[in-house]
């Protein structure tokens, strides 16, 4: 799940009152998200500042002098199809409209003549690399296109956006009407069209390879942007001119219909409500309803905002809004009104038979031994993510075993990575020492030293151990990831690995 983190003073600026800890974490549970950073053995919060995430981005010691001021960073786990949650104006905006401070906000498009609209003509060759300079965001020097590709190859955000283009023998760039490049799309702006703090006119534009998923982008930044126009909530629409002549006005801040019935939205959620405190409910969540009479079961007729692009059906609005909006522990507890019996999945059986098509084909299928380069890939690719970063994975991977006649088996692991400034080895042994406390006797006899050294090459040396049982059966085992290791996965940071077998703890 996606983590926003926000300065606590200005959201509770925005929300128009604050909030104590408690208070504030019972409001984040009401409304399905969650105050992340929490110490399990106080029970409270992990106030970081701004400062020091700044000093975690940018892998300062604790001395090192950034800029940024000294302010409380909450750090709130949201849904991850909840785009419009992922800054403070969306998520402030969300729990004044959920608390009922605020009705839900209209957006909408400056009423401009068509002929007297910005226009943004695309043209259908782009140009080759060597036709395109300009200074990037961020830098004095003039670049040219291909070159700028070979710098940004040590940046570790850009680096992963440079394979869409850096192949072609042309590339895509934004002019504005004099000429000067605004952005070389996807990689980076110009520095001609850098933003400062006396910007009053944003253009807002949005390139990607998926139209459907540039749109969605294209709204959320739009109406996060708008609470601070002039007329608030109203942007202004740019027509885009595509090379066929044909012309489209951006962005679509229209609201989609969508209708259910009373009964389709009540029952899976076994709860019972007329439908004016169905309505009511679908308000607290930005979704404007409204209910129709009709012979038998009543209708609810909900707008969908320009914001919301997560409700995509029906059964969306069940399952997210209005469940949340009741309260989940609100919902009576009930017995299944039917028994069944389990059996293997269709996909299942169907995969088996496909695996085994494949292998009498003459291929061999791919295993692995350890859950530990998917971990370290998973870091890889997640390495601007604020420190530390706590990942885990439970899953198979496949052992030797003489006593299977296939000469292998399954087995089910347990491993997790913890990545930051320090190794956080210590991190890592917490975790396990409780994982032992929950499976202790009667499930598995542990002694009181269960940590035996080991020399295990993907480790440093004096810095590993195994997991053992009382009777010397070894269950996992944990270790600082060594340095080699960490550099051929282009992770800058230390790391510490645990990896136990979840079937030895049955």
Do not use: W
Request: hydrophobic share 40%; with cysteine.
């Amino acid at each position: 799940m996606p983590t926003v983190s926000v300065g606590r003073d200005r959201l509770f600026a925005a929300l128009g009152r604050t909030y104590t800890q408690e208070e504030f974490e019972a409001l984040c549970f009401e409304f399905g998200i969650e105050l992340d950073d929490v110490v399990t053995s106080l029970s409270a919060t992990v106030l970081t500042t701004e400062k020091a995430i700044i000093r975690k981005e940018k892998h300062l010691e604790d001395d090192g002098e950034v800029e940024g001021d000294d302010e409380v960073i909450y750090k709130i786990e949201v849904a991850a199809n909840r785009y419009d949650l992922l800054c403070l104006e969306g998520l402030a905006r969300a729990l004044r409209v959920f608390t009922g401070t605020e009705a839900s906000p209209v957006f909408r498009l400056s009423s401009i003549p068509r002929g007297s609209m910005l226009q943004m003509h695309v043209k259908p060759q782009a140009l080759p690399p060597h036709e395109i300079n300009f200074v990037p965001l961020k830098q004095e020097e003039n670049f040219r296109a291909d070159k700028l590709m070979e710098f940004y190859k040590s940046d570790m955000k850009l680096k992963k956006f440079l394979h869409i283009i850096e192949n072609s023998p042309v590339y895509p760039v934004i002019y504005d009407s004099n000429r000067t490049v605004l952005s070389l799309p996807p990689i980076i702006n110009g520095a001609h069209s850098a933003i400062t703090l006396a910007t009053r006119n944003v253009f807002i534009e949005c390139t990607a390879t998926d139209l459907t998923k540039a749109k969605i982008v294209l709204n959320t930044m739009v109406t996060m942007f708008s609470e601070y126009c002039e007329n608030k909530f109203e942007v202004e629409p740019v027509e885009v001119v595509h090379h066929d002549g044909s012309k489209t006005v951006y962005p679509d801040l229209s609201c989609y219909k969508m209708e259910a019935s009373l009964s389709d939205i009540l029952g899976p959620i076994g709860i019972s409500l007329d439908e004016k405190q169905v309505v009511c409910l679908l308000n607290k969540m930005q979704l404007q309803a409204e209910s129709h009479s009709s012979k038998g079961d009543p209708r609810i007729s909900v707008s969908v905002p320009p914001t919301r692009s997560d409700i995509l059906q029906a059964r969306d609005l069940v399952e997210v809004d209005v469940a949340i909006a009741y309260g989940y522990n609100n919902v009576p507890k009930s017995k299944p009104k039917c028994m069944t019996i389990g059996g293997r999945q269709p996909l299942n059986r169907f995969s088996d038979k496909i695996r085994a098509e494949v292998a009498r084909a003459g291929y061999m299928e791919v295993v692995r031994t350890s859950l530990m380069s998917c971990l370290l890939k998973t870091l890889k690719h997640n390495i601007d993510h604020p420190r530390p970063i706590k990942i885990f994975e439970v899953g198979d991977v496949v052992t030797l075993d003489p006593s299977r006649d296939v000469g292998a088996s399954n087995n089910r692991r347990l491993a997790a990575l913890y990545c930051n400034r320090v190794s956080g080895f210590e991190e890592i042994m917490g975790l396990v020492d409780s994982i032992v406390k929950v499976v202790r006797a009667p499930h598995v006899n542990f002694g009181e030293k269960y940590y035996v050294p080991t020399n295990e090459p993907e480790f440093f040396p004096k810095r590993q151990c195994k997991i053992v049982t009382s009777d010397g059966k070894q269950v996992g085992y944990l270790g600082i990831v060594h340095a080699e290791v960490l550099r051929k996965f282009g992770i800058p940071d230390p790391c510490t690995f645990v990896e136990m077998d979840i079937e030895a703890l049955l």
